[in-house]
């Protein structure tokens, strides 16, 4: 039996790509090339770990591919040859299909000898969705309204999943109230530390991701470490607390990054929001 040779690649946390280790399907298991082998059943979600894993199991004489979301909400996912064709792979590549909250799918099958070299890219919220006029709540309780950098903002609000952010100045540890009911996809609570290294700072940020009934998902990030006061699956309505402001992740200091996001095809994008403030209608300004 020869080798498949598996490339992962997932856009992960706060709008960051981030690459996996090369994988390899031998001895009847799906094994990491560095540092160590891994199981191929379970996905976890330790703070580094894939939401969406990619995973191989013998069947029949094939190679099933299987694609696990681990999260509390939708995620769409392309598989794909990094270069030429698989031969006898069903269906044929490159294939989209969007995996529910929770769900483990068979996406894929190839034969057991294919020596193939493939990427599979997730990418959070189902396509197509079509967002609401909603009008979002103030997301920080007690606190005087304080904009710290709005629309396209130059220091992090230039790229298309964070151009319509805004980072609400604020002290650590204010408590993060949801701006609009939905339910709670991620979470992420066990950073520590901030830093102004983009490269290795941006995807260590604490945060809370709700997605709503339209599909459009809110982004509450730099939280407080240990500071996330919901659980993925959680059901909340506006105004309920779900955690505590910090400086974690790419972050000069205490502060709350919110953004209302839409999955446009396998590119998470940023969306213009409305939004009542402490005194009334917030209007933001867009960075030309």
Do not use: C, K
């Amino acid at each position: 039996m020869r080798a498949a040779t598996i490339a992962l690649s997932l856009l992960l946390a706060v709008g960051a790509a981030r690459a996996d280790d090369f994988y390899r399907w031998r001895d009847g298991g799906l094994h990491r090339d560095a540092p160590a082998p891994i199981a191929p059943d379970v996905p976890s979600r330790a703070p580094d770990a894939p939401a969406v894993r990619l995973r191989f199991e013998p069947h029949a004489g094939a190679i099933e591919a299987w694609a696990d979301n681990a999260l509390a909400g939708p995620v769409e996912i392309e598989l794909r040859a990094e270069r030429s064709a698989v031969p006898g792979i069903e269906p044929a590549l490159p294939l989209r299909t969007t995996l529910r909250a929770g769900e483990r799918r068979r996406i894929a099958r190839m034969p057991d000898d294919a020596d193939a070299r493939l990427l599979m890219v997730a990418v959070r919220g189902a396509p197509g969705a079509r967002v609401d006029d909603a009008v979002y709540g103030f997301p920080l309780a007690g606190a005087t309204l304080r904009i710290e950098q709005g629309w396209g903002g130059g220091w992090s609000h230039r790229d298309d999943e964070n151009r319509y952010a805004v980072d609400f100045g604020a002290d650590a540890g204010t408590p993060v109230r949801a701006a609009r009911d939905g339910v709670v996809m991620e979470v992420e609570a066990d950073h520590d530390g901030a830093g102004q290294d983009r490269a290795s700072d941006l995807g260590r940020a604490n945060f809370v991701r709700i997605v709503h009934a339209d599909g459009s998902m809110a982004l509450y990030a730099h939280l407080q470490h240990g500071g996330v006061r919901v659980r993925p699956g959680q059901r909340v309505t506006a105004g309920e607390t779900i955690g505590l402001v910090g400086a974690t992740g790419f972050a000069t200091g205490p502060h709350l990054h919110f953004a209302v996001q839409a999955n446009r095809g396998m590119r998470l994008a940023s969306i213009r929001f409305r939004m009542i403030g402490p005194q009334g209608a917030l209007r933001f300004a867009e960075a030309p």
